[in-house]
């Protein structure tokens, strides 16, 4: 039995707000972090690029389990040129040592190389052209910079 292959079919450049906190809650430490913009590219089966904008709307909601660990679960929406829309829903996890995640909390820019950042986007659209995406499994890449998180989601072959 061969590994799955993973094959980029999406390259997302995100704009976030800044953090709301809400502190440490009964359901942990939470926040939440709004998206204000940003840009993608899909690389389609069959070799098609296509360009587009993420909509400012949607938001990445925290959990911070510890100094170290971090669960994140955003939803937003990206559209092409022609207007057709594809509703992005990722979780995943971000850790690395306590002062390196200190430093992304307070909006410092980090060496992507010492933060494990991976997501599981579920990816839905109405329009035929990304009709497949309901129907494939897609892991992510995530590297955070202060003021955005460029996402890269593969296909599992």
């Not at 937003?76 to 990722?90: C, H, K, M, T």
């Not at 997501?119 to 052209?129: A, K, N, Q």
């Given at each position: 039995?061969?590994?799955?292959?993973?094959?980029l079919?999406?390259?997302?450049?995100?704009?976030?707000?800044?953090?709301?906190d809400?502190?440490v809650?009964?359901?942990?430490h939470?926040?939440?972090?709004?998206?204000?913009?940003?840009?993608?590219?899909?690389?389609?089966?069959?070799?098609?690029?296509?360009?587009?904008?993420?909509?400012?709307?949607?938001?990445?909601?925290?959990?911070l389990?510890?100094?170290?660990?971090?669960y994140?679960?955003?939803s937003?929406?990206?559209?092409?040129?022609?207007?057709?829309?594809v509703?992005?829903?990722?979780?995943?996890?971000?850790?690395a040592?306590?002062?390196?995640?200190?430093?992304?909390?307070?909006?410092?820019r980090?060496e992507?190389?010492?933060?494990?950042?991976?997501t599981?986007?579920?990816?839905?659209?109405s329009?035929?052209?990304?009709?497949?995406?309901?129907?494939?499994?897609?892991?992510?890449?995530?590297?955070?910079e202060?003021?955005?998180v460029?996402?890269?989601?593969?296909?599992?072959?």
């Amino acid at each position: 039995m061969d590994a799955p292959k993973l094959t980029l079919r999406f390259a997302l450049d995100v704009l976030i707000a800044d953090p709301v906190d809400f502190g440490v809650t009964v359901r942990g430490h939470r926040r939440m972090i709004a998206i204000t913009a940003g840009s993608f590219t899909s690389y389609l089966p069959g070799g098609d690029e296509v360009t587009g904008t993420v909509l400012p709307i949607g938001a990445d909601f925290q959990t911070l389990f510890s100094g170290e660990l971090t669960y994140l679960s955003a939803s937003y929406v990206i559209e092409d040129a022609d207007g057709q829309r594809v509703l992005v829903e990722n979780t995943g996890i971000r850790h690395a040592e306590a002062e390196t995640i200190a430093a992304i909390n307070r909006g410092e820019r980090v060496e992507n190389d010492v933060v494990y950042f991976m997501t599981t986007p579920v990816l839905t659209s109405s329009d035929e052209r990304y009709s497949w995406v309901s129907s494939r499994l897609f892991v992510g890449k995530a590297l955070r910079e202060p003021d955005r998180v460029k996402l890269f989601f593969f296909e599992v072959e």
